[in-house]
C-alpha cells in the first residue's frame, strides 16, 4: 500500500512539474508576443534648424548736401525780397490784364485776386456795373468788401447799394456779403425791399445781414 501511494505521489509530482513547464513555457512566450505587440516608442522627429531671420536694410537717409564751392559768390543781401517783389509785380501785371480777358472765368478770377488799391478800384467798379457775366460781377462785388474803412468806402457803398438790384441772385448775395463789413445801421431800410425778393437764398442772406449790421 505504501509502495503504491509512493507511485501515486510521484505521478503527481511529475505531472505537477509538467503542468507548470508547460505552464511557464506558453506564460514566456505570451510575454514575448506581448511585447512585440506593444507599439515601440516613437523617436522624436527631428528639430529643423532655426531659419536665421536676415535683418531688414534701413532706408537710405538722404544723401548729403554738397559743400559750396571754394571762392563762390554769397548771394546778395535782399535777393530774397527783390525776387519776391518781382514776383508780385509779375503776378499784379497779370491779373490786371486778366480784367480786360476776352474770356469772362480769367476775368473772374482777376478781379477776385488783383487786390484793392487806387489803381484797381474803378476798373472793379466798372466790372461791377456794366460786366455782362453775372459771375465777374459776383467776383467785383466781393472784391469791394476790402473798400470798407478805406478812401473809397462811400463810393464802394454806393456800387453795392446799386448793385442789390442786379438781376442775377448770386450777384445780390455778394453785395450783401460785402455789405456786412460796412459797420453802419443807418443802410438797414436800403435793405428791407429784399425780404421780398423771388430767390428764397436772397431772402435768407439779408435777414442775416439785417442781423449783423444791428449787432
Known amino acids: 500500500m505504501r509502495a503504491i501511494g509512493l507511485c501515486a505521489l510521484a505521478s503527481a509530482l511529475v505531472a505537477g512539474w509538467l503542468a507548470g513547464y508547460a505552464c511557464g513555457q506558453r506564460g514566456g512566450e505570451v510575454a514575448a508576443e506581448v511585447a512585440l505587440a506593444a507599439p515601440r516608442p516613437s523617436e522624436p522627429a527631428p528639430v529643423a534648424a532655426a531659419r536665421p531671420v536676415s535683418a531688414r536694410p534701413a532706408a537710405p537717409g538722404p544723401a548729403p548736401r554738397p559743400a559750396p564751392a571754394q571762392g563762390a559768390p554769397a548771394p546778395a543781401a535782399g535777393a530774397d525780397d527783390g525776387s519776391r517783389e518781382a514776383l508780385r509785380a509779375a503776378l499784379r501785371a497779370g491779373y490786371l490784364d486778366g480784367l480786360e480777358d476776352e474770356d469772362p472765368a480769367v ?65 445780390v448775395l455778394a453785395a450783401l456779403d460785402s455789405l456786412e463789413f460796412v459797420g453802419d445801421s443807418a443802410i438797414i431800410p436800403q435793405l428791407g425791399f429784399l425780404a421780398e425778393h423771388a430767390d428764397p437764398e436772397v431772402r435768407d442772406e439779408v435777414r442775416d445781414t439785417i442781423g449783423w449790421l444791428r449787432d
Do not use: Y
Open 107 to 171: 476775368r473772374a478770377d482777376a478781379a477776385e485776386w488783383v487786390g484793392l488799391d487806387v489803381e484797381t478800384f474803378p476798373i472793379l467798379a466798372d466790372l461791377l456795373q456794366s460786366d455782362p457775366s453775372p459771375s465777374v460781377r459776383r467776383a467785383a462785388a466781393e472784391a469791394l468788401a476790402a473798400a470798407m474803412n478805406s478812401p473809397e468806402q462811400e463810393e464802394a457803398l454806393d456800387l453795392l447799394l446799386a448793385a442789390l438790384h442786379d438781376p442775377q441772385p448770386q450777384v
